[in-house]
């Protein structure tokens, strides 16, 4: 009795941890790692299209990404709408995998 009674006053529930930890916000957290395996799985692109889709990615359009990667404007479109389609397709078969 007196060796549970230490015990559970050394214990702490999730609940209390959680709320003496300020700052952290579910939604936040969950957006970071949805960003962290969406970059992951542009990594395993192939170079050229793992380029187009960062310069994408950072706003420029495809006139600009043609231009860097020697490509046609039209061209650039239509790979950023199958990188961006196989991105979805790994990412949803990833998340179906971490399923129980």
């Given at each position: 009795m007196v060796r549970s009674r230490r015990l559970s006053s050394?214990?702490?529930?999730?609940?209390?941890?959680?709320?003496?930890?300020?700052?952290?916000?579910?939604?936040?957290?969950?957006?970071?790692?949805?960003?962290?395996?969406?970059?992951?799985?542009?990594?395993?692109?192939?170079?050229?299209?793992?380029?187009i889709i960062m310069l994408y990615l950072e706003g420029e359009e495809a006139g600009p990404i043609a231009e860097v990667t020697g490509l046609s404007a039209a061209n650039i479109g239509t790979k950023i709408h199958r990188i961006k389609k196989a991105l979805k397709q790994k990412y949803m078969e990833g998340a179906a995998d971490a399923r129980p």
């Open positions: 050394r214990l702490t529930d999730l609940e209390k941890i959680e709320a003496e930890m300020p700052g952290i916000d579910e939604v936040q957290v969950d957006r970071q790692l949805v960003n962290a395996r969406i970059y992951d799985l542009i990594h395993r692109l192939k170079p050229l299209d793992r380029q």
